[in-house]
């Protein structure tokens, strides 16, 4: 048994080596009475302007009888605080299964759900091969900053395509709605793999795109440790399907025989979408996120958020959550404090924004995506990819305005409200640079009619500082995918098709890289628990 304290505040300039000290006192005990403790959770408490202090959850190990220990402490109570017994629920996978596995099972896709799956099952002997139509992240870094200082663009290594997936170069967010050992698991190997071991516990956990690579690089390594093996510049072009069951993949690369494989393209891999489809892969419609980019001058969300006092220079760059209620609500989305504008591009001829940061969140710029979920009765047509149409339709308008530079079409916040065009081109920190555009013109009229809405809402509880200087930028369409590969909730397999596991986000099931992540665990676990493992045979 452990002893969990909650809810135990430290000022902000109080050490977080103090902590120990706090946990003591609430427990009645010496420091040295503690055999051991553990950060649970670490949160930021804005709710007084002027008093700002974080609020921590610990984990505690005493050398004396914790028992007796625990009912002292809940006898003498320190105010808010809650002391309660603790036993921390520890992830393990299912038993192996006893189907032999007559080929290696395979991973499409090196995003998080793809790397965390090949990683779990490498690491339990079953030597999978992960494909990956890009680069290695070491040469797609290269590539990205050639395109973003007006080089060409590289339809296989680009901000979507290439080791890491679309989270390689994004905010480098390790939120998740969900909870619970799997998920903590997925955090621990993410630090474990060169990330930050705050991010077991930060409230805002982050690690820019500065950070992912690495992060990347020591994931593909450790498969390849255990056994795996992860083919660049190899893109799945075929199914091999008979019966109802899957025997192999067609790939740039020749053909791989395969029984199991494993599904996680991403949202923008819209030419796999394509041929799932004209195999009679199950496929849905799915709501997806879609709107634009707000920029503003960091210094002005700053001031909104701490007041008048340098808290940045404690707390860092300050950022936000926002929703405008409405028939549909405008919400933030991707919140990039101290970060650029990025070309989020996958297809030649196409434009779309995404944003991302640094790990240091240095830059004089804070942008979000401003979206709104886009429900089904808004796309154009009934069929599985009408949602993709929608999104190409407004991402080619786009690319149009900015051209084979691909420049970045933004307008001013106020003048977007008031129906004018910016007659001067404004700060961007988008490095390729921007065009003036109407941005009405590149969103749908239900979406566009929602930003006329929300956008004044948001100003309003900022008191005029929320649009003040501010830029908008679009289309943002690329936040969730508009397409759900169907799977079974149990077997987590395509229904009809055996061995067939689609997994992430891009075939609907995640919303970020950790819940991408997890659902790579889940389903390595499900084909665990089918199959036995090739070492074993």
């Keep these: 048994m452990a002893i969990r304290i ?7 300039d109080e050490p977080e080596s103090a902590l120990g000290e706090h946990l003591a006192r609430a427990l009645g005990v010496t420091r040295e009475a503690l055999a051991s403790w553990r950060i649970l959770r670490k949160s930021l408490d804005a709710r007084v302007r002027d008093s700002f202090h974080f609020v921590y959850s610990a984990e505690v190990v005493a050398h004396a009888d914790e028992a007796a220990l625990l009912r002292r402490a809940q006898r003498k109570r320190h105010g808010e605080i809650l002391i309660e017994a603790r036993t921390e629920p520890v992830f393990t996978f299912p038993c192996p299964g006893s189907v032999p596995l007559e080929e290696r099972p395979v991973i499409v896709g090196s995003g998080p759900a793809g790397l965390v799956a090949g990683y779990f099952l490498a690491e339990q002997g079953y030597a999978p091969i992960v494909l990956e139509r890009g680069k290695r ?6 590539d990205v900053k050639r395109f973003d200082s007006g080089g060409p663009f590289e339809p296989e290594s680009n901000y979507l395509f290439g080791e890491g997936g679309a989270g390689t170069f994004s905010d480098g967010k390790l939120t998740c709605r969900v909870s619970g050992p799997d998920v903590r698991r997925v955090l621990e190997l993410f630090a474990e793999c060169k990330g930050k071991p705050s991010i077991l516990y930060d409230y805002r956990p982050h690690l820019g795109s500065n950070r992912l690579p690495a992060v990347v690089k020591a994931l593909r390594r450790r498969i390849e440790t255990y056994g795996g093996e992860v083919r660049f510049n190899c893109r799945v072009e075929d199914l091999d399907i008979a019966d109802g069951r899957l025997r192999g993949l067609a790939t740039s690369s020749g053909y791989i025989p395969a029984q199991v494989v494993l599904l996680a393209i991403g949202h923008s891999a819209r030419d796999t979408y394509a041929m799932l489809l004209k195999h009679g892969v199950p496929m849905a419609q799915k709501p997806f996120q879609m709107g634009v980019r707000i920029e503003q001058p960091q210094e002005n969300v700053n001031r909104v958020t701490y007041g008048r006092a340098p808290l940045e220079e404690k707390l860092g760059a300050a950022d936000y959550t926002l929703v405008a209620r409405g028939p549909h609500d405008l919400f933030s989305f991707c919140m990039c404090a101290g970060g650029q504008i990025i070309p989020s591009v996958s297809d030649e001829g196409y434009y779309c924004t995404n944003g991302m940061s640094l790990s240091r969140r240095a830059s004089p710029f804070a942008n979000s995506g401003m979206v709104v979920t886009v429900p089904r009765e808004h796309f154009p047509g009934t069929d599985e990819l009408a949602g993709l149409r929608l999104q190409a339709e407004y991402e080619r308008r786009a690319f149009e305005l900015g051209g084979r530079a691909y420049l970045c079409p933004i307008q001013g916040a106020q003048d977007f409200l008031l129906d004018r065009p910016t007659r001067m081109l404004p700060p961007c920190s988008h490095e390729r640079g921007a065009v003036l555009a109407r941005i009405a013109e590149l969103v749908p009229q239900f979406l566009r009619e929602t930003l006329y809405r929300g956008l004044p809402i948001l100003d309003r509880r900022w008191h005029g500082k929320f649009l003040q200087d501010a830029t908008l930028a ?26 067939l596991y689609p997994v992430g986000e891009g075939a609907g099931y995640a919303g970020g890289i950790v819940s991408a992540a997890v659902d790579g665990l889940r389903s390595a676990a499900a084909v665990m628990k089918l199959y036995a493992p090739l070492e074993r045979r």
């Design 137 to 142: 992240v070491r040469e797609r870094i290269h």
């Design 6 to 12: 909650s809810n135990l505040r430290l000022g902000l």
């Design 474 to 499: 679009g289309p943002e369409s690329r936040g969730s995918s508009p397409v759900r590969i169907v799977r079974d909730e149990q077997t987590r397999q395509s229904p009809g098709i055996e061995g």
